[in-house]
């Protein structure tokens, strides 16, 4: 029998049990009813592994029931273990993750956030895994959609700066790229309403047509159109780098289209060279990827200028050349899913063996309560103006609710910042990757249920009560040889320690998923016990002085892997609230 097969799984709460073990398939293989061979199973593995203590058969299910001194054992030994479930890093051939990826003719906006939240999210998870890490950024620094921004203002902006505006940097360009968007509009209207079609007027409107010409300056390196270029450009790297740290992200090395797309060219010349590619009539060049059930795709246009996955194939190239990765992860929108699968064809067809190394994330876009968020029409919420708003909430919540009594006004700002963040962050995170979801920005700031708040206040609860119990004398450390563990378990302390017992397990399913979401909802799981553990049973004044200690222990326990994992999240957590 195959072992892959063989399915063990956490018991049912609802059953007496630790871990679980599917028998249909062996009473298959045996010729025999499931009640039976389960038992047979049961009794063989009791006889034979000394931490069993029991079994039980319930319709073809094993349960099978450890004893107390193996989760004692464990507990001790990795009570103190500030680093628990974290391995070292081991591999020499890192992990590179791309994310972010910014546009320059715009500001970050809440699908940046998610990609950002979870771009880094991963790359701490990886890393806690024991993989090198490399984080990436590419900043997409040209093209026709900077243009359009950059001929906006170069037609409309009368010299206006941020300085001269009092606008963030990157929302003044962004403001620039709804105007060309509006006044292109009315010019395909206009040419419309004179009788040609919307296909039509969209390739022919005057201001396109520019953006178009714009953009051949670029590449020719036109010196008036680079001064604009380059300028624009650097307010939006003020502007990004802001919010950047504001959301506590960040890179260990910044690509920029603008240098790598002329690798990508020279990739496509290879490609002509050896027959890979073909260039058409008019002079653009296309690679054929019918036979692999994809279609023809243009990779240089006519007048010369190149198109994304041209860079894209620079950037791959240039990036396996300096970090030779074991794997190369995109954290791109689920829109994306076509482009990655047309570059890692090309890579292959052009002989790169290491394009099987690439893997794209691919995420679900986010949506508000009011609708999708449309770019061009200037209807996306700014990252910037989330988190203001979100502080705005955070203040409010927590000043209605008391948690800011008694903290200087310096502390209880920190404290609100990390709580608009942590809310922000973890509704976040807390979705599979691979679903569209809703963001409700007052959901997220609740001190109830499967929020960042809450498992930010169940640590701040935990260190309050460890506080308390030392300025009482009720308690100080022990060393674990020194621990006294002579008592029965209650169930509710088996369940803490079980799931205390998953967290080097659900680590490890993160970062093979590339799902924060697995280690998200194991937090709130973990701090759900916690709380419900706090309310029935007393910590402090325990029935005896050693089982006070130990569950003193157990919530220090807690907190840790708590700020542990939430910190693999990039989520901070207060020591008081």
């Not at 993750?97 to 771009?119: A, D, F, Q, V």
């Not at 709580?419 to 995170?429: C, D, E, H, Q, R």
């Not at 990757?433 to 609740?446: A, G, H, V």
Request: include cysteine; aromatic fraction near 10%; glycine fraction near 6%.
């Amino acid at each position: 029998m195959d072992p892959e097969t063989i399915l063990v799984q956490k018991t049912n709460r609802e059953f007496d049990g630790d871990l679980t073990i599917v028998v249909f398939p062996f009473s298959k293989i045996a010729g025999k009813q499931p009640q039976i061979i389960g038992e047979e199973i049961g009794t063989c593995l009791k006889n034979s592994i000394s931490q069993i203590k029991s079994f039980n058969v319930i319709k073809g299910f094993l349960n099978l029931v450890i004893e107390d001194w193996y989760w004692k054992e464990f507990f001790i030994n990795y009570v103190h273990d500030e680093n628990y479930g974290i391995q070292a890093i081991s591999d020499t051939q890192p992990v590179v993750i791309e994310y972010s990826s910014p546009n320059t003719n715009k500001p970050l906006h809440l699908g940046h956030i998610r990609n950002n939240l979870l771009g880094n999210s991963l790359s701490r998870i990886v890393k806690a895994n024991g993989r090198k890490v490399v984080k990436v950024n590419l900043v997409n620094d040209r093209g026709i959609h900077v243009c359009k921004s950059m001929l906006a203002w170069t037609k409309w902006g009368r010299g206006e700066t941020p300085e001269s505006t009092g606008m963030k940097s990157d929302h003044l360009i962004g403001k620039y790229y709804v105007l060309f968007e509006k006044k292109y509009r009315e010019q395909i209207q206009g040419m419309m309403d004179e009788g040609m079609t919307e296909d039509e007027a969209m390739k022919k409107a005057p201001l396109i047509l520019e953006a178009q010409q714009l953009l051949r300056k670029w590449e020719d390196r036109d010196t008036e159109t680079f001064a604009v270029w380059k300028m624009m450009n650097d307010w939006a790297y003020e502007g990004f780098n802001e919010t950047y740290r504001r959301l506590g992200v960040d890179f260990d090395k910044i690509y920029y289209e603008s240098e790598t797309y002329l690798l990508g060219k020279k990739m496509v010349g290879e490609g002509l060279k050896n027959g890979v590619m073909f260039k058409k009539e008019d002079g653009s060049v296309w690679i054929d990827l019918t036979s692999d059930g994809l279609d023809e795709k243009v990779l240089q246009r006519a007048d010369g200028t190149s198109v994304y996955v041209t860079q894209d194939l620079g950037t791959a190239q240039l990036r396996y050349d300096e970090f030779q990765p074991q794997k190369l992860i995109y954290v791109v929108g689920n829109e994306q899913i076509y482009h990655f699968n047309v570059l890692k064809l090309i890579l292959k067809k052009l002989g790169r063996p290491w394009a099987n190394d690439i893997l794209h994330l691919s995420y679900g876009m986010v949506e508000l309560p009011q609708g999708k968020m449309k770019s061009r029409e200037g209807t996306v919420v700014d990252a910037d103006d989330l988190m203001d708003e979100m502080m705005r909430t955070a203040k409010e919540t927590t000043e209605k609710l008391g948690k800011v009594e008694g903290l200087s006004q310096d502390e209880a700002f920190n404290l609100n910042r990390m709580v608009s963040l942590a809310a922000l962050k973890y509704f976040i995170l807390k979705v599979d990757p691979m679903k569209t979801m809703l963001f409700n920005p007052q959901e997220s700031i609740d001190f109830n249920g499967n929020t960042g708040p809450f498992i930010q206040y169940t640590h701040a609860r935990i260190k309050s009560l460890i506080r308390k119990a030392a300025a009482e004398n009720a308690y100080s450390p022990v060393a674990s040889d020194k621990m006294d563990m002579a008592f029965d378990l209650i169930t509710k302390e088996r369940s803490l320690i079980k799931i205390l017992h998953d967290f080097p397990a659900v680590l490890k399913e993160a970062g093979d998923s590339l799902s924060p979401a697995i280690l998200a909802n194991y937090i709130y799981e973990l701090a759900k016990e916690f709380n419900q553990f706090y309310q029935e049973y007393p910590i402090l004044k325990a029935d005896s002085i050693v089982v006070s200690a130990f569950r003193i222990e157990l919530s220090g326990f807690i907190g840790n892997v708590i700020k542990t994992a939430m910190d693999l999240l990039g989520i901070e957590v207060p020591e008081r609230m």
